[in-house]
């Protein structure tokens, strides 16, 4: 008979922005998702492993509720203790929270440009059972894929999505005009259309997609398609404010003078806080 103990914690998807993704689609397509190539136990420093037996270890994502959880089963060939209970839920905290290895999500990250982060503080939740841990099957690897393509097809259709802030001055362009009628009616007579005076305020494009390419580790080798993006957005980065552009560590100089005539202030802050000539000079 063996021992299942599982340990879990709220966690969050998170935009390259730094921004919480709430999209309850996306959450239930992420249901499911694993680490299957890497598991906690290759770096857990456990006084009773070798005694125990411990197996299993790999993360995985599971929808609790209206929000999202980072689960981790091992099993161990007796049941443990409260104080083995205790170090093994330190542990595992520490190595959820630095992403294990070489990252626990990469190819979400790679595939969507959205990452997997813990909510703190930590909030663990330890449970222990009579059962086996979950352990990869054949089917894994596959299982994973199509749950990314999912959510990759669900962040390029909120990419297309016009801004809001355009949404916005719309609505209130409709409400000043609706008030301006309303109020040539109430002096009994009709309002006169007159051509404006004011010149319309420039229209800020979307550059969803733009940022997420500018996010990626490879942006170096994606500049044809950055380029692209570039002129798909009519080639304007002098509306970019500070806070939004991606932490870039430009190594090709070509891409950063791209960015520069378009238009892109060379003053501008990334999300980490940094300027854009600190991210020029890191290279």
């Known amino acids: 008979m063996r021992f299942k103990t599982t340990v879990s914690a709220r966690a969050k998807l998170v935009d390259h922005n730094g921004a919480a993704i709430s999209a309850e689609q996306m959450l239930k397509k992420l249901d499911g998702l694993v680490c299957h190539t890497d598991s906690v136990l290759n770096y857990a420093e456990l006084s009773f492993a070798d005694a125990c037996g411990l197996r299993g270890g790999h993360p ?20 443990l203790s409260r104080k083995e209970l205790g170090e093994l839920r330190g542990d595992l905290e520490g190595q959820l929270s630095d992403g294990i290895g070489a990252g626990c999500f990469d190819e979400l990250s790679a595939k969507t440009g959205l990452t997997v982060e813990l909510q703190f503080p930590l909030k663990a939740r330890v449970a222990q059972a009579e059962g086996i841990a979950w352990l990869p099957r054949a089917t894994t690897a596959s299982g994973n894929e199509r749950r990314i393509a999912a959510v990759a097809r669900l962040v390029e259709a909120e990419d297309r999505k016009p801004p809001a802030s355009s949404k916005s001055s719309t609505a209130s362009k409709k409400s000043a005009s609706s008030k301006k009628a309303a109020a040539g009616k109430s002096d009994g007579k009709l309002a006169e259309s007159k051509p404006s005076e004011s010149k319309p305020s420039a229209k800020k494009p979307n550059l969803k997609k733009l940022f997420r390419l500018l996010d990626k580790v490879e942006r170096d080798q994606l500049f044809a398609q950055i380029k692209s993006e570039l002129e798909a957005c009519g080639n304007d980065l002098s509306m970019v404010a500070d806070g939004e552009l991606p932490y870039g560590n430009f190594r090709d100089p070509k891409l950063l003078r791209l960015l520069l005539t378009a238009g892109l202030p060379p003053e501008t802050i990334d999300v980490a806080g940094n300027s854009l000539l600190i991210q020029a000079a890191a290279n």
């Open 60 to 79: 995985r994502l599971q929808l609790d509720g209206k929000h999202l959880a980072m689960a981790v089963e091992v099993d161990s060939q007796r049941k």
